[in-house]
């Protein structure tokens, strides 16, 4: 079974320029989450996804970050423009249904200068 | 409002020693638990989970935690820490009044010494 995909996997830009990260979830989940990682903290939960409706994006800073799950399967997250305090991992993670397990993507570290 | 308390943001311990790292949660409601561990420049991967039933839980790796009710604890154990043990490990809980969404630790570093 092919596990969560993102791409890509590192990125570097500068501060007020925009950046896309794309998931592709494992067939069949229905539900899709985006996670910002700070270094050295947790995960902190940007977006869920149940299908392709939202369920809960009450921690996206919807000034600049908008995401998407087209169809209901693969998702993209964007940042416009980017903030030196985006630098992060973002990591996606699919699952079968809110509250069964979540299985996660390598992520992408995202660098801004 | 739920929260999860990892003691120990580096923990240290020899090649073939006990390994424990603590976990303390707050839950209104009977909660979910899961480790999950972090290599180097991967995602997450889950070590063990807590639903219902036995509160001694065996994941990979040769890891286990116990849900300890009466201390809001779910503390991650190996008997003999392996070199590839080396990693940042998370403790993450989640119930039906947060939709199962996970709440994160802020994870601890495991570092195994030859």
């Known amino acids: 079974e092919a596990g969560v995909a993102q791409s890509p996997r590192y990125k570097i830009i500068e501060k007020r320029q925009s950046v896309a990260f794309w998931c592709n979830p494992i067939?069949?989940?229905?539900?899709l989450y985006w996670y910002q990682q700070i270094l050295g903290q947790g995960p902190k939960l940007l977006i869920q996804f149940q299908n392709n409706g939202v369920v809960d994006d009450s921690q996206l800073p919807k000034d600049r970050f908008s995401a998407e799950r087209l169809k209901g399967v693969d998702s993209t997250l964007k940042i416009q423009p980017a903030k030196l305090e985006d630098s992060a991992v973002y990591l996606c993670a699919s699952s079968l249904e809110v509250g069964t397990e979540q299985y996660f993507g390598p992520g992408t570290r995202l660098t801004v200068t | 409002a739920q929260s999860v308390t990892q003691l120990g943001s580096h923990v240290s311990v020899s090649e073939g020693a006990l390994v424990l790292l603590r976990c303390n949660y707050s839950s209104s409601v009977p909660p979910y638990l899961f480790w999950y561990v972090q290599y180097p420049n991967q995602g997450l991967q889950l070590l063990l989970k807590?639903?219902?039933?036995a509160t001694l839980v065996k994941g990979i790796n040769g890891f286990e935690a116990e849900f300890k009710k009466s201390e809001t604890s779910f503390h991650l154990t190996k008997p003999s820490a392996h070199m590839s043990d080396a990693a940042e490990y998370f403790c993450a809980v989640s119930d039906l009044g947060s939709n199962y969404q996970l709440i994160w630790g802020a994870g601890t570093k495991l570092i195994i010494k030859p």
């Open positions: 807590y639903t219902t039933g």
């Open positions: 067939s069949g989940h229905a539900t």
